[in-house]
């Protein structure tokens, strides 16, 4: 007969899970021989307690089943085959057996009644047995599923964490960017009047060489600004808007020098 259990929602952990497994089970005193861990699919030997059996860890879409099957034949037979002797009488049967002279299935084909009810009670008892490694091997699955789960579940958090900081940091720089957007609106209606003041002056006659330098260079300025806006690159922005408001301030200082002439 074969055991089924599954551990749920695992699948992505799955050598995690086999190692575990093992772990579990040696600490419960399980011997594990011809261990064959692959990436979907793992196989081992497994005593315990004087049961036989073999086990196998596969990937089952997004769990991992854990199917365990008994190698009850020598416990069951023998014992069985004890009974059948004993309640037959047909013990000169035994040496044949073992020396292989005699098959299994003729002795227990041809014991008695109480014979047959010996055979049952090495059934039973080798059944109790399996039963009990069951109930180990149920506790290990269950214990490493949730010790899995609780590692998924810390790392569903970090990524929604991280995930948050990313909804926040482009926030940030939304807002950032916004900020330095209407900077630059700013900066560049004051740049126009300036300018428009500059050609009110030169219609009339006088000397705007000096402003229209300047305005020139903080038109250059807010040019450069607006490249490095567009490339992310909010330092120069900073920098060179705050450079071109100089000479904007610079140009309105010399025009009101102008006018006072």
């Known amino acids: 007969m074969a055991f089924i259990y599954y551990g749920q929602g695992v699948s992505s952990l799955y050598r995690d899970f086999v190692e575990r497994l093992m772990s579990q089970l040696a600490l419960r005193g399980t011997e594990i021989t011809h261990q064959n861990v692959g990436d979907t699919v793992s196989t081992m030997d497994i005593r315990h307690t004087g049961e036989e059996g073999k086990m196998e860890v596969v990937i089952d879409r997004e769990n991992v089943r854990v ?50 009810y010996g055979a049952y009670d090495g059934y039973e008892a080798s059944r109790e047995e399996r039963t009990a490694f069951a109930g180990v091997l149920a506790e290990a699955v269950r214990d490493v599923e949730d010790e899995l789960q609780a590692i998924l579940e810390g790392q569903a958090e970090a990524r929604e964490a991280l995930r948050e900081r990313g909804r926040q940091k482009r926030e940030e720089d ?39 330098s300047r305005i020139d260079r903080a038109e250059t300025l807010y040019g450069e ?27 309105q200082d010399l025009l009101s020098s102008i006018g006072a002439e």
């Open 67 to 116: 199917s365990y099957t008994v190698d009850r034949e020598r416990k069951e037979v023998k014992k069985g085959i004890a009974g059948a002797i004993a309640g037959a009488g047909l013990g000169g049967l035994l040496g044949g057996i073992i020396r292989g002279d005699r098959d299994i299935g003729d002795v227990i084909g041809g014991a008695a009644a109480g014979g047959a």
């Open 174 to 212: 939304e807002a950032r960017i916004e900020e330095l957007r209407e900077h630059l609106e700013e900066l560049y209606g004051d740049l126009l009047a300036v300018q428009e003041e500059i050609e009110l002056l030169d219609a009339e006659g006088l000397d705007i060489r000096k402003p229209r």
């Open 225 to 251: 600004a607006e490249a490095a806006l567009e490339d992310g690159n909010h330092a120069v922005v900073k920098a060179k808007a705050k450079a071109a408001r100089a000479m904007v301030e610079g140009a």
